[in-house]
């Protein structure tokens, strides 16, 4: 087995509750799970990678998608660790003020995004050679990602995230809810 799924230290959450959390770690694991299977079946196809190249090339591309959901769910629960935490002074909190002005512009621009029609994340990186924060739409779990830039916030904004608490017309109620939880301390470690 190539991957296992990482274990979270998750205390209870306002807004989001247990089940949800539960729920969404187990799509978690199918994520994992689906990554592993694919480089099995692509592992053993290789051998005749003539006779099965079709299968090869949509197990590929399969594949970015089971794994920009893992990874991309690692980053989401990540973040919650260890309860709600401010920003502290440093890098992260610099840049923010930089690039937004301030964190509450920062979370308003971020909240707008999150609201984005259909299914998929809203995700802060860091792009280290413009030396910036960029805050994006990701569709789905992987088009969209940004080349070359590391993930800083991830808020995955697919209807299991938050349908076991709030309706899709109250996904904002799930926003807030989000932005309220984050230890702010574990996201601020990623540019460091």
Do not use: C
Request: overall charge negative; charged content about 25%.
């Amino acid at each position: 087995m190539l991957y296992t799924p990482k274990t979270f230290n998750i205390p209870e959450l306002a807004g989001i509750s247990k089940e949800s959390i539960d729920l969404h770690l187990g799509l978690y694991a199918g994520y994992v799970k689906h990554v592993n299977l694919i480089h099995e079946r692509i592992a053993a196809y290789k051998y005749e990678a003539e006779a099965n190249g079709y299968a090869i090339a949509e197990m590929q591309r399969r594949l970015g998608f089971e794994f920009g959901g893992m990874k991309n769910h690692e980053a989401y629960f990540e973040q919650f660790e260890g309860g709600s935490k401010p920003l502290p002074s440093g890098a992260l909190h610099e840049a923010i003020n930089k690039d937004f002005g301030s964190l509450e512009a920062f979370t308003t621009h971020f909240r707008t995004i999150a609201m984005t029609r259909g299914v998929g994340w809203a995700m802060l990186y860091i792009d280290t050679d413009a030396k910036r924060l960029v805050a994006t739409w990701v569709d789905e779990q992987h088009l969209g990602q940004l080349p070359g830039l590391d993930l800083v916030l991830a808020l995955d904004m697919w209807e299991h995230s938050y349908m076991r608490d709030y309706l899709p017309a109250d996904k904002g109620k799930y926003i807030d809810a989000f932005l309220t939880n984050l230890n702010w301390e574990v996201i601020a470690k990623r540019i460091n």
